[in-house]
Nanobody, 117 residues
Framework: QVQLVESGGGLVQPGGSLRLSCAASGIIFSIYRMGWYRQAPGKQRELVAA???????NYPDSVKGRFTISRDNAKNTVYLQMNSLKPEDTAVYSCNAYYSLTAIDYWGQGTQVTVSS
């Protein structure tokens, strides 16, 4: 059974930082592309960071320079370090695991991030 379990969300003031973690089980973690997505109320889900099995990373302009994704294959865990947070970063953040050869992906349950003073 595949599980992706996110942690680390919460309430933070503008300009603050949070680190999200996503622990995976039931998959060969090292071969999956891992991604973090977010969805704010009334908006579409969007990719905020991705890291390929080889370590290449990808970010949209909205978070580039503020967010950093990393992975620890020994711990089957992917991280999202979020700095200089803005109110517009408020959303539910979800972890995704994607394997291109089978086009199968898995999702975590999501963790709420709220940026507010």
């Amino acid at each position: 059974q595949v599980q992706l379990v996110e942690s680390g969300g919460g309430l933070v003031q503008p300009g603050g930082s949070l680190r999200l973690s996503c622990a995976a089980s039931g998959i060969i973690f090292s071969i999956y592309r891992m991604g973090w997505y977010r969805q704010a109320p009334g908006k579409q889900r969007e990719l905020v960071a991705a890291i390929a099995s080889g370590g290449q990373t990808n970010y949209p302009d909205s978070v580039k320079g503020r967010f950093t994704i990393s992975r620890d294959n020994a711990k089957n865990t992917v991280y999202l370090q979020m700095n200089s947070l803005k109110p517009e970063d408020t959303a539910v953040y979800s972890c995704n695991a994607y394997y291109s050869l089978t086009a199968i992906d898995y999702w975590g349950q999501g963790t709420q991030v709220t940026v507010s003073s």
